[in-house]
């Protein structure tokens, strides 16, 4: 059974920034995905971006790619997304998942799809403010 633990959630003005901490423990074993998801208001959660613990590959979904980037420290199996350039469309709750033994790569649709992954956190809220 893992924890995760999502923070740095806020409300930040159009074009700001934000940084999004998913903190894990008990993590079954240290091969394992950590993906980010986005759910606007009256919709469905969607990928976001995703990190694998091995190698550090990532993927993100195309409305942010060149604006958000993941990274991880797994010394203390925490993953990080920085969001930049922040949009008012970027607005809602963003929860942190775990799977293991997966893969997470561009352009491949599993890496960022909601039902591939076990372990999810309880959400932190974004708010973007045109």
């Known amino acids: 059974e893992a924890q995760l633990v999502e923070s740095g959630g806020g409300l930040v003005q159009a074009g700001g920034s934000v940084r999004l901490s998913c903190a894990a423990s008990?993590?079954?074993?240290?091969?394992?995905?950590i993906g980010w998801f986005h759910q606007a208001p009256g919709k469905e959660r969607e990928g976001v971006s995703c990190?694998?613990?091995?190698?550090?590959?990532?993927s993100y979904e195309n409305s942010v790619k060149g604006r958000f980037i993941i990274s991880i420290d797994n010394a203390k199996n925490t993953v990080f997304l920085q969001m930049n350039s922040l949009k008012p469309e970027d607005t809602g709750v963003y929860y942190c998942?775990?799977?293991?033994?997966?893969?997470?790569?561009?352009?491949?649709?599993?890496?960022?799809?909601?039902?591939?992954?076990?372990?999810w956190g309880q959400g932190t809220q974004v708010t973007v403010s045109s």
């Open positions: 998942a775990v799977v293991y033994s997966r893969i997470c790569k561009p352009d491949y649709a599993p890496s960022l799809a909601r039902r591939e992954y076990d372990d």
């Open positions: 008990g993590l079954l074993d240290d091969d394992y995905v």
């Open positions: 990190i694998q613990s091995a190698d550090g590959r990532t």
